[in-house]
């Protein structure tokens, strides 16, 4: 079953733009993380944030993490076209095996 | 360095037919995992590989389908007797020994 779930399912903004995503999960993690997928393929990794940590950037990329709302955002700023895509978060549950649990994701589309 | 690699890219086959796919992982990466993304989905855990010990095969939806990982190195998912409902991109993904998983371009299967 997908543990993590990513709101909204669609987001369709302007370049320049900031968009916003937010994931929801169910049960205690260890870390969480985002990744996009371009066209149905393979996953990229974005960024990881790790159960003690509140807030992480890289880049464009801004991430938070509420652990008491079990909840957390990724913040694209200043969005460009070639920011459209898929974007899911990832969770552990808990787990050290190393299992992954994805949401249905976010479709992001950035008109030019 | 390589990426994960997988082939083939896309795979056409007939109902009640065996397919075979297969994952080449980053070298060192001790372990593996598979996914399968049905069209507009999120990702769906199948199989899981970490180094010699057994699989956690939790995730595989029947027993048509197998998988196999010869040590720390390339791993095979067999699916028997396909369905049209086996359709999908299957993705496999591996992981050293932090949290980061990275993933395959996929193999799109089409069962007709």
């Known amino acids: 079953s997908q543990q993590g779930e990513e709101d909204p399912q669609a987001l369709s903004i302007q370049e320049g733009e900031n968009a916003t995503m937010n994931c929801s999960y169910k049960?205690?993690?260890?870390?969480l993380q985002w990744y996009r997928q371009n066209s149905g393929r393979g996953l990229v990794h974005l960024i990881l944030i790790r159960s003690n940590e509140r807030e992480k950037h890289s880049g464009r990329l801004r991430v938070t993490l509420d652990t008491s709302k079990k909840s957390s955002s990724l913040l694209i700023t200043a969005s460009r076209a070639a920011d459209t895509a898929s974007y899911f978060c990832a969770t552990d549950l808990g787990s050290t095996l190393g299992r992954l649990y994805f949401g249905r994701g976010t479709q992001l589309t950035v008109w030019p | 360095g390589a990426g994960v690699s997988q082939s083939p890219s896309n795979k056409v086959t007939e109902k009640g037919k065996d397919v075979e796919l297969r994952c080449d992982p980053i070298?060192?990466?001790?372990?593996l995992y598979w996914y399968r993304q049905r069209l507009g989905q999120g990702l769906e855990f199948l199989i899981y590989?970490?180094?010699?010990?057994?699989?956690?095969k939790s995730g595989l939806p029947s027993d048509r389908f197998s998988a196999e990982r010869t040590g720390e190195s390339v791993s095979t998912l067999t699916i028997q007797r396909t369905q049209q409902e086996d359709s999908a991109v299957y993705l496999c993904?591996?992981?050293?020994?932090?949290?980061?998983?990275?993933f395959g371009p996929g193999t799109r299967l089409l069962v007709l």
């Open positions: 993904a591996s992981r050293p020994s932090v949290a980061t998983q990275y």
């Open positions: 070298s060192g990466h001790t372990a």
């Open positions: 049960t205690s993690i260890n870390n």
């Open positions: 590989f970490q180094g010699n010990s057994a699989p956690d």
